[in-house]
């Protein structure tokens, strides 16, 4: 096959049968699976550098990082298994580490001449034959048999939808905290900031520094988990899959519950639900904030008027900033909204990676964990590189719905029903399943059993 048309620049010379969009932390690992597995790609990324979200003030205006911006989940959980962080890093490094350890995986594993950078994928369409057809922003189009999308799920900012009563008559600033860059915006000033997720609390505690006055607001309660617990990051106590999941989730609460006290404690709303039911929350300074009077809690915002803010409890505050940390949608500009799109969040794939209808079309990175994603986006790039060779046959389009069903349905019974808890996988759990799945897959594909299981023609390498 050809595979380009038009005047694409930086034309592949041989056979590239992959197409992989963003280096991002997803995109690069899928990269090396695809690398090492001697599989032929051209991966396409919109910046000059890999990293992603992890680029502060990325070029390719994605990034949601600020200039203080530390991980919220420890080294050791957010490593790739084959190539450790520096034992010089601290135990939550700062992003400008973060963007580092991703230039060297890429650098180690010597597959970055394989990325085009500053190349955009604007389209993707499927043919009749299923050939992926890839229209770059350079207006060249070229064919490719399968396509990996590993574009990010933090990049569009989620505003309230429908926005307050009076929003658009708020005579202070209002923003999202996909923009926010660093607490200088707040100096002086009276902010409300509504969420109680990990940008709300991240940003209220960098406000409370600088702000004449902080009011954090939220519409729910949530479990707040300091990143240290006992003396060590608090993800690394032990957390074995075997174990039973409602023992695990009582044992954590428990613990939680001792070491911290309920947030009403704090003045902030009572959860509605236990630790585990809802994203992770992760700060160690909030509530030591709170507790010194530098943040107010307040219930979630009902309307805005003039300088007013007014909170559902019928009580006001003057204000300057209103800042939405209330989260991100899930978007894949480059696709036709009738073949893949992701309305409220809802995309439905076998486990975060297959499209059960379109067997050359994968994402990598499109979950949720309560846990780090580079470890989870890694297994998923092997396990797509193992599909992709005929190493691993999927189950029968029939048990591949089923499971997509049973896992949407398990979902719906775990989590707190909410945009931001569609795609969430537990990192021990989805990892141990994978595990299992990709067993059962390689069995497949060597008995060829498959009544009705799907073997991916081999990728001509
Ligand atoms: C503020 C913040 C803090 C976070 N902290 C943590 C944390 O501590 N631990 C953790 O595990 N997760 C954290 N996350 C989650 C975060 O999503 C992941 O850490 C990680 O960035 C996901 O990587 P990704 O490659 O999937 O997406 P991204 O990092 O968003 O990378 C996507 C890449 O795709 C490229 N791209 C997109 N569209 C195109 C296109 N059409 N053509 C070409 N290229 C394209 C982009 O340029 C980008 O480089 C955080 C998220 C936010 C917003
Ligand atoms: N330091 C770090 O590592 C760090 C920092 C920031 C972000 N992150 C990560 O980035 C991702 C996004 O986090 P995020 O905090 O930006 O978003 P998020 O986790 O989706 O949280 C959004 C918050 O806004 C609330 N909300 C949404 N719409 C609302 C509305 N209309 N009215 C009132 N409240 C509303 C949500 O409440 P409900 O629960 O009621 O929906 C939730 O509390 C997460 O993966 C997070 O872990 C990490």
């Not at 963003?22 to 699976?33: F, P, R």
């Not at 000033?189 to 006055?213: Q, T």
């Not at 009580?315 to 989260?327: E, F, K, Q, R």
């Not at 073949?339 to 995309?347: G, K, R, S, T």
């Amino acid at each position: 096959m050809n595979n380009e048309m038009g005047n694409g620049r930086s034309a592949p010379s041989g056979p590239s049968r992959v197409c992989l969009i963003g280096a991002g932390s997803s995109g690069i690992t899928a990269a090396k699976a695809l690398h090492e597995r001697g599989i032929p790609f051209d991966c396409f990324e919109k910046s000059d550098r890999v990293g992603g979200n992890w680029v502060f003030a990325n070029k390719n205006g994605m990034s949601s990082a600020y200039r203080d911006l530390f991980i919220n989940t420890s080294r050791p959980r957010m490593q790739y298994s084959d190539f450790p962080m520096s034992e010089s890093f601290p135990d939550f490094p700062h992003h400008t580490h973060i963007a580092a350890y991703f230039r060297d995986y890429v650098d180690h594993f010597g597959f970055g001449e394989k990325i085009s950078f500053e190349t955009s994928v604007e389209h993707a369409s499927r043919r009749e034959d299923g050939t992926w057809e890839i229209q770059l922003d350079s207006g060249g189009i070229r064919l490719y048999d399968a396509l990996l999308v590993a574009n990010g799920h933090h990049w569009l900012p989620r505003w309230p939808e429908p926005a307050f009563p009076g929003a658009d008559t708020f005579a202070g600033e209002q923003f999202h905290s996909h923009s926010y860059l660093d607490s200088s915006v707040f100096a002086g000033k009276r902010v409300v900031i509504l969420g109680m997720g990990n940008s709300a609390m991240d940003i209220s505690v960098e406000a409370s520094y600088v702000a004449d006055r902080t009011y954090l607001a939220a519409r729910h309660g949530v479990w707040i988990v300091p990143k240290y617990m006992f003396g060590r990051p608090t993800d690394q106590f032990p957390d074995h899959a075997q174990m039973p999941f409602k023992i695990r989730k009582r044992l954590k609460h428990l613990v939680l519950k001792t070491y911290t006290g309920s947030p009403e404690r704090y003045g902030l709303p009572k959860p509605d639900h236990r630790l585990g039911d809802a994203h992770y929350t992760a700060s160690s300074r909030i509530l030591d904030r709170i507790s010194h009077g530098a943040i107010t809690p307040k219930p979630n915002i009902e309307s805005l008027a003039g300088s007013q803010v007014r909170f559902v409890d019928g009580s006001t505050v003057d204000a300057d900033v209103v800042l939405y940390c209330t989260g991100y949608k899930i978007s894949f500009p480059f696709f036709d909204e009738d073949l893949i799109c992701a309305p409220d969040n809802h995309i439905e794939l076998f486990r975060r990676v297959f499209q059960p209808d379109i067997p050359n079309l994968f994402f990598i990175g499109l979950l949720q964990p309560l846990g780090a994603t580079m470890p989870l986006a890694e297994a998923q790039g092997a396990w797509i590189g193992e599909y992709l060779q005929g190493r691993y046959a999927l189950p029968s389009p029939a048990k591949l719905r089923a499971d997509i069903a049973a896992d949407q349905a398990a979902m719906r019974k775990r989590y707190v029903a909410s945009k931001r808890h569609t795609i969430q996988v537990d990192v021990n759990d989805y990892l141990h399943a994978l595990a299992k799945e990709r067993r059962a897959g390689v069995a497949r594909a060597r008995s060829s059993s498959g009544s009705g299981s799907f073997v991916c023609p081999p990728v001509r390498t």
